[in-house]
């Protein structure tokens, strides 16, 4: 059976010293049997503190009685403010006596719904109005798109069309179909519909009921308008680029991009003119500095960009930035529009790892859709693209498109032509609907207190961090830091404060603690426009001991692979390990217990090093994979010899060149792609691909940012791009287990090739 009734709600009812055998007490527990015959849960809270706990502890509480009398010292107050931080809309009731009504403070009436009178009316007739609110509130509760779903999916048509396992019942003519069927449950199955569902809607002209969800979505996201993509954000970025360039135009790319823009690049033959992003001591990339946004200075880079003489115009059509970073570094985007000037009309943020930047005032003005959208009209054009399955709840492919109208916009109906051109004529529904849920979910107090509850763990574990060090540099000892402010000024003092001292309650809500400010030593990005930039807090990066404050290495370190081995080990997962840093993400479904566990693994990780446990007992995978290499070495004899190699190949300082440094763009990435396609093409050995260039573009994972992009040479033997990949080869080569892995370069026998394109590389004008 679909099951389409929802779950029972829990509804807490918080009371003080009622004595029993009192009519009250009498009415209370009769109002209780009441709910329960009519399905609903009951929690009771006996106080004000265990009513406020039992709202923190079960989420799925949807509805709260209250008692007014809870305590003297406005304990109503606290239960309902603690409900409403959560549920803007939910049913909350007070009760109490109809004579105390008039000591009853209004800002908490303001919270409460109604008012019951428990002894005054039947049990029965009040638990019918409890269950009534409830009934209304939840008829609101679902998003436009899901409730035709769950309606449809009610309906029980014979269904002759497709999907062709016709709401699942072809699984049912198989055992091994049968196994599919029973894994994903018939509801998935039911909700997979055909796009000629009409009740739901279509989403390629953007009609009934998914039509709505995305006005929903532009609602909640501050968007003029917003489109459910179903191709991921990869998707997002190809449609926006599909729709706002042409051969010729010309784009201007931050280089720290995805593989989706060039791929946007490549199929609008647009001119790439580039943005480089600075990089710290640690590797860290950070944001494109003011200057480089400055109309001058694009200008004159446009300019003298060698593919853009037959560009219609010295001015980019489109302009794409990555916001957030991957190591969590935002834009302050009123300042980017500002400094742009009109030089930039299109603006589009890839915030892909961003979609949750709205719902939290911390992170005010550092998003694109900032703001009020009404207010918006004279800016640029701006796109913002978030995959809703990667920091908010929804399934896999899941994105968004946002927009809001400005100069040099884009219409729905020529915008939609890349649409489609993007989107399957059978999209997923379930992936649509959990889209519109992600949505919902930050709607309201409810977006407010997740994104919180996020940031306030990531900045405990931070401070934990740092108390930890503190405590290990009291015994001499090493351990590891967080990358954040070391020190902070506190409003109301004035004073300077160590990070790990500072108020809990003032990392969580004061942007200024986070921002990147030119005169703090922590950051590494020197010259900075205080303001502009700053450090997201639920993007955690650890470092490790081994790079001084100038950047260069220290006499001893640990290099974080080996540390990232330890974990996975463990049974964590990390986002990102990257020289001396590893990068891991507070997300909404973080808890004290995940990160606590963390940090008892990383003490463990010190004692064991410390301690120079044999890897056979740490790594015992790796030591079976390659006993040769390993069987007899300790955690610190390895790390040291890590340690050595980044000392003697120059690897970081590499990584600084390569990611700094231009490469030659000989042809725009669609031309590139062209002679891809007939096949001249050859592969070429990294030793002899000096002055190449090459035909796909070259990611070096991490940090997953393109180093060449098709049709870019390679440069002499000495330079920064071969003696990068150089330096990622003899790692390679020198620890087994710890090998890299490249996009754009394949690895056959210990060798390294890429491949270029057949000579001459001369660019041909078509
Ligand atoms: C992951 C990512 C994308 C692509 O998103 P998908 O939803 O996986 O297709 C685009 N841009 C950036 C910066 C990303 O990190």
């Known amino acids: 059976m679909a099951q389409t009734a929802m779950s029972p709600l829990s509804i807490l009812l918080a009371y003080g010293d009622i004595p029993s055998e009192t009519t009250l007490a009498r009415s209370g527990i009769a109002l209780i049997e009441q709910l329960q015959a009519r399905g609903f849960e009951v929690v009771r809270a006996r106080s004000a503190d265990d009513g406020e706990s039992a709202i923190r502890a079960d989420p799925l509480i949807g509805a709260v009685i209250v008692d007014a009398d809870i305590d003297p010292s406005g304990g109503a107050e606290t239960v309902l403010r603690a409900f409403r931080a959560r549920n803007d809309r939910a049913p909350a009731f007070l009760f109490g006596e109809r004579s105390h009504i008039p000591e009853i403070p209004l800002s908490t009436l303001k919270l409460a719904n109604e008012f019951i009178w428990l002894v005054e009316d039947t049990p029965s007739f009040i638990a019918g109005r409890i269950e009534a609110a409830i009934q209304r509130y939840r008829e609101n509760l679902l998003p436009p798109m899901f409730s035709a779903m769950l309606a449809q999916a009610n309906v029980r048509d014979y269904a002759f069309g497709t999907p062709g396992h016709l709401g699942g019942t072809a699984f049912l003519k198989t055992p091994v179909s049968k196994v599919f069927f029973e894994y994903f449950g018939e509801n998935m199955l039911r909700s997979d519909l055909s796009i000629g569902m009409a009740a739901v809607g279509s989403l390629l002209d953007h009609s009934g009921p998914i039509g709505e969800s995305e006005r929903f979505a532009a609602r909640v996201f501050g968007a003029h308008r917003s489109y459910t993509t179903t191709n991921g954000t990869s998707g997002s970025n190809r449609t926006i680029f599909m729709a706002s360039l042409t051969q010729n135009d010309i784009a201007l790319c931050d280089r720290n991009c995805h593989k989706s823009i060039e791929h946007g690049l490549v199929m609008t033959g647009a001119i790439p003119v580039y943005l480089v992003p600075h990089r710290n001591r640690y590797g860290i990339i950070g944001p494109i500095y003011p200057e480089d946004l400055q109309p001058e200075t694009v200008r004159a880079r446009a300019d003298a960009n060698p593919l853009t003489t037959s560009a219609n115009r010295l001015k980019p059509r489109h302009t794409i930035i990555t916001n957030s970073t991957y190591d969590g570094l935002i834009y302050n985007v009123e300042r980017v529009i500002e400094i742009g000037g009109d030089v930039i009309d299109r603006l589009h943020f890839d915030e892909a790892w961003y979609a949750y930047a709205r719902f939290n005032p911390l992170y005010r003005g550092r998003h694109a859709m900032f703001g009020d959208p009404a207010e918006y009209t004279d800016g640029p054009t701006l796109f913002a693209t978030h995959s809703t399955h990667k920091l908010l709840a929804a399934l896999s492919q899941a994105s968004f498109i946002h927009i809001r109208d400005g100069r040099d916009p884009i219409e729905h109906a020529r915008f939609n032509e890349s649409f489609m051109m993007h989107a399957s004529t059978s999209p997923f529904y379930p992936i649509i609907a959990s889209n519109e849920i992600s949505a919902a979910m930050m709607e309201g107090a409810s977006g407010v207190a997740l994104t919180t509850e996020a940031i306030r763990e990531a900045v405990s574990f931070r401070q934990t961090v740092g108390l930890i060090k503190r405590q290990y540099a009291q015994a001499d000892q090493w351990f590891f830091s967080t990358w954040n402010a070391t020190e902070i000024t506190d409003p109301a003092s004035g004073q300077r404060l160590a990070f790990e001292d500072a108020p809990e309650a003032l990392l969580v809500t004061d942007p200024d603690c986070w921002v990147l400010h030119p005169d703090d030593a922590w950051h590494g990005f020197d010259g900075l426009e205080d303001g502009y930039c700053m450090l997201d807090p639920i993007k955690v990066t650890v470092v490790a001991p ?32 990257q020289d001396f840093t590893i990068l891991f993400l507070f997300s909404i479904g973080m808890t004290k217990a995940k990160w606590g566990t963390l940090l008892t693994t990383l003490i463990k990780f010190k004692e064991d090093y410390d301690a120079n446990i044999k890897l056979e007992v740490i790594l015992p995978g790796l030591v079976t994979a390659y006993p040769e290499r390993y069987g007899t070495m300790g955690l610190r004899d390895l790390s040291d010899e890590m340690f050595d190699q980044y000392k003697q190949s120059g690897q970081m300082h590499h990584l600084q060149q390569a990611f700094s440094t231009l490469p030659s763009q000989e042809m725009i990435p669609a031309e590139a792609y062209r002679r891809l396609v007939r096949n001249q093409v050859e592969r070429v050995r990294l030793d002899e691909v000096a002055h190449r260039t090459v035909a796909t573009s070259i990611v070096p994972y991490p940090p997953g940012i ?16 071969i003696g990068y990949l150089k330096a990622l080869r003899d790692w390679d080569r020198r620890f087994p287990g710890f090998t890299h892995e ?4 394949e690895v056959r026998g210990g060798e390294h090739y890429l491949q270029c394109l057949k000579q001459p590389t001369q660019f041909e004008r078509d």
């Open 546 to 577: 081994g790079v001084a404050g100038d950047g260069q290495l220290e006499q001893r370190g640990i290099p974080a692979s080996i540390i990232a081995a330890y974990l996975v080990r463990h049974g964590f997962e990390y986002e990102k390990v």
């Open 706 to 721: 393109p180093m060449m992009m098709p049709g870019e040479s390679a440069g002499p033997a000495d330079g920064p791009c």
């Open 742 to 745: 490249t996009h754009g370069i």
